[in-house]
């Protein structure tokens, strides 16, 4: 491999591009501006292939104009994102440096406009826009400041639909402040948001690190007990999609969760049970009231585990999109399976194919035909033991980072390799346990 191909690929986002553009005899001429930023970041020439992303600092309207500023900022791999003076002056400095700026250096008198607001999120937007064309799938993208609080989100939604996967970065050059005075900004939802959606989040000192993450638990009811961690969504989910069938295990599983919530009643809060019963037979009495016993057993879960905060149940007869199916599979910490009597359960294949992302953990009966393949990837169980399947439950919300990486690649693996494509399905005794985590 050369040197140049061993060089990971950085797009760094900044409101202004550390560069100054002027017209010399009708030709746009750039150099290196000066600045904190510009120095700290003048050593990536050499291990980094990059490219930097912002506004030249001028309006530049006609289309020959804008081709001549961006041939002249490559010689310095910077790339130009144009906008409009009006835009750029309310963005800039009616929202960024008058409202936002002072709320973040605990400054209190500000007012509130949506002009400007609605101005910053658009020049968010134009950024999102110029920045997932260009980024290739693996690029590392790294954002900084105030001015673009709203772009990792934007950014992540852009390259999703691209189907690119790329790490973002976010680093904070100013304080963030304590609680009382982020909760002036009546779009502070939006920010927070916005800068959740980058994979690290970089603050000058502890102090304003441990203020955002009490702005997340306040504002977000975030989870915050792992030390430098943020978890965004308030509950682990676990999924589980079954047709209604006897043979499904149903009654067992939904038992198994109210001894898990029995023996672990400090995380009744902080795990929700996602429970897709999809309608089967509906016309035959034994599946009528087994569709009645299940609610009922529901229902008393609910009755006894359930407090202000929420419900750790949410059990639902019908039939769901495949669209939504997949999106329930994509946030679920884990996946529950509990059949009695299973030819093969092709759940346990699709919720590992959604999982790229969040190496999910799968729990599944001994007793799916699925285990068979599946048994050294997932945590096995059996049904009818309740206290063990509670265990289980446990064990999978509980995994180490590496060990659930392990098992997925094992699963995602064997799912690969083992599509209607391929010719023949191996023996258990046949797959590869070289890489098993145990």
């Not at 501006?33 to 510009?38: A, E, R």
């Not at 790229?356 to 068979?372: D, I, N, P, Q, Y």
């Not at 206290?387 to 995602?412: G, V, W």
Request: charge should be negative; include cysteine; proline fraction near 5%.
């Amino acid at each position: 491999m050369s040197a140049n191909e061993s060089k990971r690929k950085l797009i760094i986002v900044s409101n202004r591009l550390p560069l100054s553009i002027k017209r010399v005899d009708g030709v746009f001429e750039s150099s290196i501006s000066s600045g904190g930023l510009v120095t700290s970041l003048s050593g990536l020439c050499k291990p980094t292939q990059f490219q930097w992303f912002g506004w030249p600092g001028m309006e530049v309207k006609n289309s020959k104009d804008r081709e001549d500023v961006s041939r002249s900022l490559s010689e310095y791999h910077a790339v130009p994102i144009f906008l409009d003076s009006d835009l750029a002056h309310e963005h800039y400095n009616g929202f960024s440096n008058r409202i936002l700026w002072p709320i973040l250096h605990y400054q209190s008198g500000v007012i509130f406009d949506d002009g400007p607001w609605q101005a910053y999120r658009r020049v968010n937007e134009l950024f999102a826009d110029s920045v997932a064309d260009v980024a290739q799938d693996g690029t590392l993208i790294w954002v900084h400041d105030y001015h673009l609080m709203l772009l990792p989100e934007l950014l992540r939604t852009r390259l999703h639909a691209k189907g690119k996967h790329c790490a973002i970065g976010f680093s904070l050059h100013t304080p963030f402040p304590a609680g009382d005075f982020w909760r002036n900004l009546p779009v502070r939802k939006h920010l927070i948001d916005g800068l959740l959606a980058s994979h690290l989040i970089g603050f000058h000192t502890d102090e304003y690190k441990q203020n955002f993450i009490d702005t997340c638990a306040s504002l977000l009811g975030a989870r915050t007990e792992i030390p430098n961690q943020i978890q965004y969504k308030s509950r682990l989910v676990i999924v589980g999609v079954d047709r209604l069938d006897h043979i499904k295990g149903l009654t067992q599983k939904l038992r198994g969760f109210d001894v898990f919530l029995d023996d672990h009643p400090e995380l009744r809060n902080k795990v929700v049970l996602i429970q897709v019963a999809v309608p089967s037979r509906e016309d035959v009495k034994e599946y009528q009231e087994l569709e009645t016993e299940l609610s009922t057993i529901a229902g008393k879960i609910n009755g006894k585990h359930a407090t202000p905060e929420g419900t750790p149940l949410l059990y639902m007869h019908r039939s769901v999109p495949f669209t939504e199916l997949t999106a329930l599979y994509s946030v679920a910490d884990a996946c529950l399976l509990t059949s009695t009597r299973d030819g093969m359960n092709l759940v346990s294949f699709e919720y590992v194919a959604c999982q790229e992302k969040r190496h999910g953990v799968l729990v599944l009966s001994e007793f799916a035909g699925a285990a068979s393949f599946m048994r050294e990837g997932s945590i096995p169980f059996h049904p009818a033991n309740t206290t063990e399947m509670s265990e289980s439950i446990f064990h999978a919300l509980n995994l180490d980072p590496a060990e659930r990486k392990c098992k997925y690649l094992y699963l995602r693996d064997f799912v690969n390799n083992n599509t209607r494509q391929a010719s023949t399905i191996p023996s258990p005794d046949n797959i590869p346990v070289a890489n098993l985590c145990y």
